[in-house]
């Protein structure tokens, strides 16, 4: 087994898990804090790997690329290289003020690709009210390249194999997208209501956005969606009119406005 096989096995084995889990029982911290960043910490001190592909254990989003780029693995921004298997991820939200290049709200392991579409495995997401942290779980989720809060990489220095040997198995790199998911509940093959939820998600898919995508192709809106940098060059270029006009006409036809501005904001710094 590889050591990249040996990390995104352990980090399955996370899923459904909580903060409590990952703070007190694998790190033994003395409270439970915001835990995206110590939920790879904790993945990757099972795995023997801290000093290895890690500097140690982190509490920001940014820490694996601002302490191990260069000397533990390759920090790198979308785009900029093709993401793989066991890349951890960098999400920066609009609301963040970021102090170097390497600032990041909010971390996750990369398990597989396919063209546009990541799926992830991320901890301390979709908790809710004051006690976000403790509510929340890890998470395998789907996320989009081209999201404007998907900001950058980094990928460890990966060795072939760990010192129990080689594995012919390659790596899980290809899942079917979400639009090939949809028109297959659509056409029936994956049940429909409960049964097709718990389908899904057994199979490792996001509910959700594939629910969405079949209520949008359904209701006839959307089928061809533009990715966000498109819509945001085309903002740019004037396309979309200006202010509440803009607001308007991206969400009539189905689009997020706030993406869409956050990137145009990004590209025009």
């Not at 890349?87 to 971390?107: C, E, G, Q, T, W």
């Not at 899942?175 to 718990?198: H, N, P, R």
């Not at 995508?213 to 270029?237: F, M, P, T, Y």
Request: a positive charge.
């Amino acid at each position: 087994m590889t050591d990249r096989e040996k990390f995104l096995n352990t980090a399955r084995s996370y899923i459904g898990k909580d903060g409590y889990f990952v703070c007190k029982t694998k790190l033994a911290l003395d409270a439970v804090y915001d835990w995206c960043a110590f939920a790879v910490s904790a993945i990757m001190k099972d795995c023997g790997f801290i000093g290895k592909y890690t500097s140690g254990v982190h509490s920001f989003a940014s820490d694996e690329g601002r302490y191990g780029d260069g000397k533990y693995g390759t920090w790198f921004l979308k785009y900029s290289q093709a993401v793989q298997p066991g890349d951890i991820i960098m999400f920066r939200y609009s609301s963040l003020n970021p102090i170097d290049k390497y600032s990041a709200s909010h971390v996750g392991i990369v398990e597989a690709v396919s063209g546009n579409t990541l799926t992830t495995l991320e901890g301390n997401v979709e908790g809710w009210g004051d006690n976000w942290a403790c509510n929340s779980t890890f998470k395998r989720k789907t996320r989009y390249l081209n999201d404007s809060s998907v900001y950058a990489f980094f990928r460890p220095k990966w060795k072939e194999s760990t010192s129990t040997g080689t594995s012919s198995q390659k790596i899980k790199t290809a899942k079917k997208t979400v639009d090939e998911l949809a028109k297959e509940v659509i056409a029936g093959k994956w049940s429909a209501g409960d049964v097709s939820k718990a389908k899904l998600t057994a199979a490792g898919y996001d509910y959700s956005a594939v629910q969405n995508r079949v209520n949008e192709i359904l209701s006839g809106k959307v089928q061809n969606k533009k990715s966000v940098d498109e819509l945001a060059h085309e903002v740019i270029c004037g396309k979309w009119g200006n202010g509440e006009e803009r607001r308007k006409k991206l969400t009539v036809a189905g689009y997020n406005y706030s993406d869409v501005q956050d990137r145009v904001n990004e590209l025009m710094k």
